[in-house]
């Protein structure tokens, strides 16, 4: 199947700093799609990336979809406690692969 | 608007007993999945079904058996539960292929 690696497992920050996770494919991507899930709760979607050099924002997010369609970034700007939680990718391959694969995740914690 | 609902949140079992967890989505989505969440793995996909009737391997579906004779349900049974299968385990539903995906609230599950 479809390998995507996301990078930090974990990040530690103070309330106020940006932050950024990274998900890398070595195959072209056909989409990526990105969740969170809070402490205790379950994946919810944010956004899906089609195009290539994409980027999209959702007020303090900003998400990206490289150039070769072989990553992709999510970035918060001034991280807020409501912020905490695991960042998920999730990459469809290319080729009309529609199962998604997911990354094993990025957990934010966000110190006050 | 239930939307996705799984039953039980919770189920402590014993090792060798056969064990369905149950998934139902009131939004007539064609696309359902199962997947396994642990810690250091992310999610990973046990079974996935595109259609009433359709279903199909996922990364990890050893032990694990699916049915879907209707659209709205896919049930998720663990035909003799191992100690290996102590897990969250989260059902999704997605439009169509390469749609987002909307997660249930989960079953954590023990097997003693």
């Known amino acids: 199947g479809q390998q995507v690696m996301q990078i930090p497992q974990y990040q530690h920050v103070q309330e106020g700093e940006d932050f950024t996770t990274y998900c890398n494919s070595s195959?072209?991507?056909?989409?990526i799609q990105w969740y969170k899930q809070r402490p205790g709760g379950h994946p919810v979607f944010l956004i899906q990336?089609?195009?290539?050099?994409e980027v999209k924002k959702q007020k303090r997010l900003t998400f990206q979809f490289g150039e070769a369609k072989k990553n992709s970034s999510l970035h918060i700007t001034a991280t807020q406690t409501t912020d905490v939680g695991t960042y998920f990718c999730?990459?469809?391959?290319?080729?009309?692969?529609?199962?998604?694969?997911f990354g094993r995740g990025t957990s934010l914690i966000v110190h006050p | 608007d239930a939307g996705i609902t799984q039953s039980p949140r919770y189920k402590i079992t014993e090792t060798g007993r056969q064990v369905t967890l149950m998934c139902h989505q009131t939004?007539?989505?064609?696309?359902m999945f199962w997947y396994r969440q642990d810690l250091g793995h992310g999610l990973r996909l046990i079974y996935y079904?595109?259609?009433?009737?359709?279903?199909d391997k996922g990364e990890v579906p050893d032990g694990y058996v699916v049915s879907r004779s209707k659209t709205e349900n896919f049930p998720l049974t663990l035909e003799s539960a191992t100690r290996s299968q102590t897990s969250v385990y989260f059902c999704?539903?997605?439009?169509?292929?390469?749609?987002?995906?909307?997660f249930g609230p989960g079953t954590r599950l023990t097997v003693t």
């Open positions: 999704a539903s997605s439009r169509d292929r390469g749609f987002e995906q909307y």
């Open positions: 195959t072209t991507l056909s989409n």
């Open positions: 990336l089609v195009k290539s050099g």
């Open positions: 999730a990459v469809g391959g290319g080729g009309g692969s529609y199962i998604p694969t």
């Open positions: 939004w007539s989505h064609s696309y």
């Open positions: 079904s595109a259609a009433a009737d359709i279903t």
